[in-house]
């Protein structure tokens, strides 16, 4: 899919986002629509997703196919 969509009990309609590759490299930086990010220009692999969320840094990995 092209569209990762976020769930969280914050709001994060238009946050920012940054996705990194398995190697530790920045490959996007967006921010949310309504909780979804973009992710159409990555090639399949796995990746991190970083976001600021209540004073804090949270990663979720995610694996586009």
């Known amino acids: 899919?092209?569209?990762?969509?976020v769930a969280t009990g914050a709001d994060l309609?238009?946050?920012?986002a940054r996705v990194?590759?398995?190697?530790?490299k920045e490959v996007l930086r967006s921010t949310f629509d309504r909780g979804?990010?973009?992710?159409?220009?990555?090639p399949g692999g796995i990746y991190a997703?970083?976001?600021p969320m209540n004073?804090?840094?949270l990663t979720r990995k995610?694996?586009?196919h």
């Not at 899919?1 to 969509?5: G, N, P, R």
């Open 1 to 5: 899919t092209d569209v990762l969509t």
């Open 13 to 16: 309609a238009k946050g920012s």
């Open 20 to 24: 990194i590759d398995i190697t530790g």
């Open 36 to 42: 979804r990010l973009d992710v159409s220009s990555l």
């Open 49 to 51: 997703l970083e976001f």
């Open 55 to 57: 004073d804090q840094l």
């Open 62 to 64: 995610f694996t586009k």
